[in-house]
């Protein structure tokens, strides 16, 4: 079964807006880590921002924020203010904490950014 | 600070030909190491990871192998490619961080494969 689900194959935004990347998981296990990652047309893959399952706020990186909605399974990545670099592919990724686990990737979402 | 790199950056190699691709990493010591795939417009398969010298563990049945010959480098070989390799590879790292779940991964910034 797929873990990590983002629905929205394309957004598009207008510059100094605010945007949400859409992100759901599925896991049984208590403890699990929720990570965003940008990859840009070079092809790094850039860390974002990390959730921890047991972290009561919503974690925040500058312009990035995690709507993290633990009923609902959701973690949605927010880019406030966007800037035409934030042009790229992103990633929502999870970890789960007990027994052996990987990091799994969800198919990500390109983000196009008009001036 | 740790830093991370992958060579070569592209590569074109034809059908059979062997295959080696490594990744080093700086400034940290017994890191975690990953080996990943993307297929153009896909998302991340992870190959191999490794935990320590000489430990490999292969997530997907391929073609394609790994090695750590020392703390902070990873290669990854094949003795015959094919078709089917090209793609996009990123190495990772990470360090325990107290959790699993929190262990972050840290990426390179690729090597862009084609196999004719």
């Known amino acids: 079964a797929q873990k990590i689900t983002q629905t929205q194959p394309g957004m598009f935004v207008q510059e100094k807006e605010a945007v949400t990347l859409d992100c759901t998981y599925d896991?049984?296990?208590?403890?699990?880590?929720l990570f965003w990652y940008k990859q840009p047309s070079s092809g790094e893959m850039i860390f974002l921002i990390y959730?921890?399952?047991?972290?009561?706020q919503n974690a925040t990186e500058g312009r990035y924020s995690l709507n993290f909605q633990k009923a609902r399974k959701s973690a949605n990545l927010v880019i406030s203010a966007s800037q035409l670099g934030d042009s790229a592919m992103y990633f929502c990724?999870?970890?789960?904490?007990?027994?052996?686990?990987?990091?799994?990737f969800g198919k990500g979402t390109m983000l196009l950014v008009s001036p | 600070s740790q830093t991370i790199h992958q060579w070569p950056a592209t590569l074109v190699q034809p059908v059979g030909s062997p295959l080696s691709l490594e990744c080093t990493v700086e400034?940290?010591?017994?890191?975690?190491l990953y080996w990943y795939r993307q297929a153009a417009g896909r998302g991340l398969q992870l190959l191999f990871y490794?935990?320590?010298?000489?430990?490999i563990s292969s997530e997907v049945p391929q073609n394609l192998s790994a090695s750590r010959p020392q703390d902070r480098q990873f290669i990854l070989s094949s003795k015959k490619l094919l078709l089917s390799d090209s793609g996009f590879y990123l190495c990772?790292?990470?360090?325990?961080?107290?959790?699993?779940?929190?262990?972050?991964?840290?990426f390179g910034p690729g090597t862009r494969l084609l196999v004719l």
């Open positions: 990724a999870m970890r789960e904490g007990s027994g052996y686990s990987t990091l799994t």
């Open positions: 896991t049984s296990d208590p403890s699990y880590g």
């Open positions: 400034g940290t010591s017994n890191p975690n």
């Open positions: 990772a790292w990470s360090v325990w961080q107290g959790s699993r779940a929190a262990e972050t991964q840290y």
């Open positions: 490794s935990v320590g010298i000489g430990q």
């Open positions: 959730q921890g399952s047991y972290d009561q």
